[in-house]
């Protein structure tokens, strides 16, 4: 199993950013699929998922402006960020476990992860 994530970049407030997970070895809509990130000194933290059925869960800090998805055709997971804010640059790493649901949205709940692209937001 391998998740290549891309798509990172830097971008002024209020611009947008769409992150894209590459899978191999498995497909993505059958697993729980999710975003993290981590800015530096602080601790990984989740940022949306979805589950194999498709129902998502997004932190509250960026509802209604992330939007998680996958592409069944590509096997690929995307984060489409919009409105971004200074707060929201972190390294966002793609993340997988091998169930179809999603027990909730830590960081231990995932076995899988890549290796993390850089997202950077300057006011």
């Known amino acids: 199993v391998q998740l290549v994530e891309s798509g990172g970049g830097s971008v002024q407030a209020g611009g947008s950013l769409r992150l894209s997970c590459g899978a191999f070895?498995?497909?993505?809509?059958?697993?729980?699929m999710g975003w993290f990130r981590q800015a530096p000194g602080k601790e990984r933290e989740g940022v949306a998922r979805?589950?194999?059925?498709?129902?998502?869960s997004y932190a509250d800090s960026v509802k209604g402006r992330f939007t998680i998805s996958q592409d069944n055709a590509k096997n690929t997971l995307h984060l489409q960020m919009n409105s971004l804010k200074p707060e929201d640059t972190a390294l966002y790493y793609c993340?997988?476990?091998?169930?179809?649901?999603?027990?909730?949205?830590?960081?231990?709940?995932?076995?899988?992860w890549g290796q993390g692209t850089q997202v950077t937001v300057s006011s």
């Open positions: 979805v589950d194999g059925d498709g129902r998502t």
């Open positions: 070895g498995y497909t993505v809509s059958l697993w729980c």
């Open positions: 993340a997988a476990h091998p169930t179809s649901w999603c027990s909730d949205g830590s960081v231990t709940a995932f076995r899988y």
